[in-house]
């Protein structure tokens, strides 16, 4: 990027064009920097919860509410003493 002018310089602009369309290929969101912090906050946590649910895992996050985080830790106990007794 041009410090002055704040115009991407060609090689940046191909690297930035060439990683969308992978993305978009892929079906995949990647933050980039370009983002709004909401934006790459979105796309982290929307990750997050792609990755738990297929890991078939409850995950605690700063947005959960006290009961729902205590919640998901009392039903990991639960599971982790079946194992062990089972």
């Known amino acids: ?3 002055r002018t ?6 940046t ?3 930035r064009s060439a990683l969308s ?3 978009r290929k892929a079906k995949r969101n990647v933050a980039g ?12 946590r929307s990750a997050l919860s ?8 409850d995950v605690a996050t700063a947005s ?8 998901k830790v009392r039903s990991a106990l639960s599971r982790a ?3 062990t007794q089972g």
């Open 1 to 3: 990027m041009n410090p």
């Open 6 to 11: 704040g115009i991407l310089d060609e090689s």
């Open 13 to 15: 602009e191909k690297v």
């Open 21 to 23: 369309r992978a993305t």
């Open 33 to 44: 920097a370009s983002d709004t912090l909401a934006e790459s906050t979105e796309k982290v």
């Open 50 to 57: 792609r990755a738990a649910r297929k890991a078939k895992r």
């Open 64 to 71: 959960d509410t006290l009961a729902e985080s205590t919640e």
């Open 81 to 83: 003493a079946r194992k």
